[in-house]
């Protein structure tokens, strides 16, 4: 698609848009007000605005303490959790850590004790050739 058919594309889309007719809306305006559940109400907008006030006022002024005494102790309980679950991965790593460590000590020393054993016998040897002691 080039931009020359794009364009007639949208010429085309906006000539329909502009020949539709538009559609009246019929709305009764004289029957009051409905809630969702489908009861009319009167003029209780001072109630509803009560509603609204004592809800925001609870909110900022800090009405419900026991809300938040439940809340500063959830946070604290999640804290202690914390801080138990990073000691416990602490000790874990150590722990793994001090296992490392010693295999890799049994390692070294099996590995040195091989490499010593083979060296002196070497070395024996040698000395007994340059002391004409070979049998």
Do not use: P
């Not at 004289?30 to 609204?52: C, K, N, P, T, W």
């Not at 609870?58 to 809340?71: H, Y």
């Not at 040698?126 to 004409?132: E, Y």
């Amino acid at each position: 698609m080039n931009l020359k058919e794009l364009q007639d594309m949208i010429k085309e889309e906006l000539e329909s848009y502009m020949s539709e007719e538009e559609v009246d809306v019929d709305v009764d305006m004289e029957a009051g007000d409905i809630d969702a559940d489908g009861a009319e109400s009167g003029d209780d907008s001072e109630d509803v605005l009560r509603q609204i006030y004592d809800m925001l006022k609870d909110k900022f002024e800090g009405g419900d303490d026991a809300d938040e005494i439940e809340d500063e102790e959830a946070e604290e309980e999640d804290a202690e959790l914390a801080e138990e679950r990073v000691e416990e991965s602490t000790e874990e790593i150590e722990e793994a850590k001090d296992e490392d460590l010693e295999e890799g000590k049994k390692e070294d020393e099996e590995d040195m004790k091989e490499e010593v054993s083979t060296e002196v016998t070497h070395l024996q040897e040698r000395f007994k050739k340059l002391a004409n002691i070979i049998k």
